[in-house]
């Protein structure tokens, strides 16, 4: 049996494995070595100061990254010059200011063992003023709507000149900083791409030459910074009509001097393609290998790739089967840094589930990360157990609950952990069954293994009060039970059975025919993709003005076009339900009364309120240390990634509070 199938017969997520694997081998490149083939991707994460200059915040995550074993540590898409600036905080090698900043984290990665890498990128037609302050540049003026849609300027021939000037300049900064290795961004619809695509490059001069631009920058480099390892990353096809796909991509790659770059590193799509940059969870892992195989076959440098990289078994398969060299890995080790190390030694992971809100947050300032709390904050993450250990329970069991349950015990309290339910999870393990979060599954198995080796003691189909607790000596409890879907007073809501929208899926009842969804926020279109997908017939109703307006624009860039297409889904939207009939429904749009056919059973999707009335009762037990709401119950439930935070935080508040013994009456 190969390494790969031993390992695959192994699969479960999060599980141990303890295998010679051969994404544990070293890896030559240029002229450094790789002590393994994880490779941390160049991410974007908005960590940087305004002005692009590197922060001790960025340094403790890519520090971080760095101790959990990858040998290689990209930073992220870099700016070579002001206006190609794409985000509010991305990192800057413009000019020589940033180069202590570069310098300090080069250092604190050295100091873990691995490499540095820095990526030199100008965004072109995808930066926009907003941001930069610049008029965008372009080979050729057109917008990029998905970013806004300001028409960029037509590069002329100086301007070209300049830009490739910068390109080997940042690389001369990098290299005096002391970082390792450089990538030249090729792809995902940046500068560089738009001169290789067809779709972007309309140009009638010298420049209309697509690899001409690439070609000039790599010589740059080479100028500026000599014998630095140089790679460059690309995407394998665009995913566009009247882009690059992978036979035209694979010439243009032909016709660039890779006799002088030291490795390939293959991704795929572009702006106007982003689902092929950042790929749902519902898509298959490793599914970008089929096309860097080519190039690892016919090239004589290293060829890394990416996409859904996010178990050692997909890892080890690609390697092994010479479908690449090495693995780029941006989404899984940003939950799990230590996931080089697991997945060489054989521990345990924090697994990706791949649902975007990462990306989605970019706009916004620096990225979190859904499942993993400390993601940015590891400067303030707890690395040592507590001085005093205390007893704690925690009422509910998804995934804040459990979060908070976990958190306590690594810090060493004795925690009871109690639902409701036979099993735990919560909403979030129902969710994990629905077509559109296939993924959301492995981190609720984590948490189970997590807390059964953590020694807490969980007891289902439990309910606590405070009648059950008392007596019981808790110094702290926790309040994770969750929420209530709102009361919706609807006219004769009595000629039909009405349900809330997560007390459907609790039941776990067959597919019906036809089914009416009041609510097209974030779980009413994943409730209705789901009996799409199963044929049932579904009519949307929802106040919103567009569907799963709750969820950012990666987080539904597949499920939307396919809620389009569906031929069983009717929606109305801007819409409210005044009166309630049997196979029908009154709306009210705009001020106007209509009736519509609305068949099926009516499910409720207007949110969560926190269920306060187990809190106040709790409350009268007066533990020394507090009762602390997490989650929905305490109003945070609108991401997992809030309620995770919430629930890290209330583990240090507790923990902190043991050790000074002060009491918490709240």
Same mark, same amino acid.
Request: aromatic share 6%.
């Given at each position: 049996m190969s390494t790969t199938e031993h390992l695959l017969s192994r699969e479960v997520p999060g599980a141990l494995i303890n295998v010679t694997a051969p994404f544990a081998a070293p890896l030559d490149m240029g002229t450094v070595r790789l002590r393994n083939r994880f490779v941390s991707a160049p991410m974007e994460r908005n960590y940087c100061e305004v002005d692009g200059t590197m922060t001790d915040e960025y340094i403790a995550y890519l520090a971080r990254r760095a101790e959990g074993g990858a040998a290689l540590i990209f930073t992220e898409a870099s700016y070579v010059r002001a206006d190609g600036k794409g985000r509010i905080r991305q990192m800057g090698v413009d000019v020589d200011e940033r180069i202590p900043g570069i310098k300090k984290m080069v250092d604190a990665i050295h100091a873990h063992?691995?490499?540095?890498?820095?990526?030199?990128?100008?965004?072109?037609?995808?930066?926009?003023?907003?941001?930069?302050?610049? +008029?965008?540049?372009?080979?050729?003026?057109?917008?990029?709507?998905?970013?806004?849609?300001?028409?960029?300027?037509?590069?002329?021939?100086?301007?070209?000149?300049?830009?490739?000037?910068?390109?080997?300049?940042? !690389?001369?900064?990098?290299?005096?900083?002391?970082?390792?290795?450089?990538?030249?961004?090729?792809?995902?619809?940046?500068?560089?791409?738009?001169?290789?695509?067809? !779709?972007?490059?309309?140009?009638?001069?010298?420049?209309?030459?697509?690899?001409?631009?690439?070609?000039?920058?790599?010589?740059?480099?080479?100028?500026?910074?000599?014998?630095?390892?140089?790679?460059l990353r690309f995407s394998a096809f665009e995913g566009i009509d009247g882009g690059l796909d992978a036979e035209t991509t694979r010439a243009r790659i032909d016709a660039i001097d890779t006799d002088r770059l030291d490795f390939l590193d293959v991704s795929a799509g572009n702006y106007e393609a982003g689902q092929w940059i950042i790929q749902p969870g519902e898509w298959s892992r490793g599914l970008l290998a089929p096309y860097s195989e080519q190039y690892q076959r016919d090239f004589d440098i290293p060829v890394g790739v990416a996409g859904r990289i996010t178990s050692p078994e997909i890892a080890a398969q690609i390697i092994e089967s010479g479908q690449?060299?090495?693995?780029?890995? &941006?989404?899984?080790?940003?939950? *799990?840094?230590?996931?080089?190390?697991?997945?060489? *030694?054989?521990?345990?992971?924090?697994?990706?589930?791949?649902?975007?809100?990462?990306?989605?947050?970019?706009?916004?300032?620096?990225?979190?990360?859904?499942?993993?709390?400390?993601?940015?904050?590891?400067? *303030?993450?707890?690395?040592?157990?507590?001085? +005093?250990?205390?007893?704690? &329970?925690?009422?509910?069991?998804?995934?804040?609950?459990?979060?908070?349950?976990?958190?306590?015990?690594?810090?060493?309290?004795?925690?009871?952990?109690?639902?409701?339910?036979?099993?735990?999870?919560?909403?979030?393990?129902?969710?994990?069954?629905?077509?559109?979060?296939?993924?959301?599954?492995?981190i609720v198995e984590w948490y189970l293994a997590e807390l059964a080796d953590l020694g807490v003691q969980c007891h289902t189909s439990t309910r606590a009060d405070a009648a059950s607790l008392a007596g019981r000596d808790f110094d702290a409890i926790v309040l994770a039970a969750g929420g209530v879907g709102p009361t919706v007073d609807l006219p004769r809501a009595a000629t039909r059975t009405v349900r809330d929208i997560r007390e459907f899926l609790v039941l776990e009842d067959p597919a019906p025919d &036809?089914?009416?969804?009041?609510?097209? *926020?974030?779980?009413?279109? &994943? +409730?209705?993709?789901?009996?799409?997908?199963?044929?049932?017939?579904?009519?949307?109703?929802?106040?919103?003005?567009?569907?799963?307006?709750?969820?950012?624009?990666?987080?539904?860039?597949?499920?939307?076009?396919?809620?389009? !297409?569906?031929?069983?889904?009717?929606?109305?939207?801007?819409?409210?339900?005044t009166k309630v009939d049997t196979d029908s429904v009154t709306i009210s749009t705009a001020g106007v009364l209509s009736e519509v056919d609305a068949p099926g059973e009516l499910l409720i999707s207007q949110g969560v309120e926190p269920r306060s009335e187990l809190l106040t009762e709790l409350r009268s037990l007066a533990p020394r240390l507090g009762v602390h709401t997490v989650g929905d119950a305490s109003g945070d439930g609108g991401s997992i990634h809030a309620a995770l935070v919430t629930a890290a935080d209330v583990a240090v508040t507790i923990t902190a509070a043991a050790a000074a013994r002060q009491e918490i009456h709240a």
């Open positions: 063992g691995a490499l540095v890498g820095v990526e030199l990128n100008h965004g072109g037609r995808t930066a926009q003023g907003s941001v930069s302050g610049f +008029v965008p540049v372009a080979p050729t003026p057109i917008p990029c709507l998905v970013v806004g849609g300001e028409m960029p300027e037509q590069l002329d021939g100086d301007d070209i000149e300049h830009i490739i000037e910068c390109f080997g300049e940042a !690389a001369a900064r990098c290299q005096k900083a002391g970082v390792d290795v450089i990538s030249l961004h090729g792809g995902h619809g940046y500068l560089i791409h738009q001169f290789l695509s067809p !779709a972007y490059n309309h140009r009638d001069d010298e420049w209309a030459d697509p690899t001409l631009f690439v070609n000039r920058v790599i010589a740059a480099v080479h100028e500026h910074a000599p014998g630095i390892t140089l790679g690449a060299n090495f693995v780029s890995m &941006a989404r899984t080790l940003h939950a *799990d840094p230590d996931f080089p190390k697991r997945a060489i *030694d054989g521990g345990r992971y924090r697994p990706c589930i791949a649902c975007n809100y990462c990306i989605d947050s970019l706009a916004a300032g620096p990225i979190p990360c859904s499942v993993n709390p400390w993601v940015g904050r590891e400067l *303030d993450q707890p690395t040592t157990p507590a001085d +005093v250990t205390v007893r704690v &329970a925690v009422i509910g069991a998804g995934p804040s609950g459990m979060a908070a349950a976990r958190d306590l015990a690594l810090a060493g309290h004795r925690v009871d952990l109690y639902d409701e339910r036979p099993s735990l999870g919560g909403d979030f393990a129902l969710a994990s069954k629905l077509h559109e979060y296939p993924e959301y599954g492995r &036809a089914i009416t969804i009041f609510g097209a *926020d974030r779980e009413a279109a &994943a +409730v209705a993709d789901d009996l799409l997908q199963k044929g049932t017939q579904v009519v949307m109703i929802g106040p919103q003005e567009t569907i799963a307006h709750d969820v950012g624009r990666r987080g539904k860039i597949v499920l939307l076009p396919r809620l389009a !297409a569906s031929e069983n889904l009717t929606t109305y939207l801007s819409s409210i339900i």
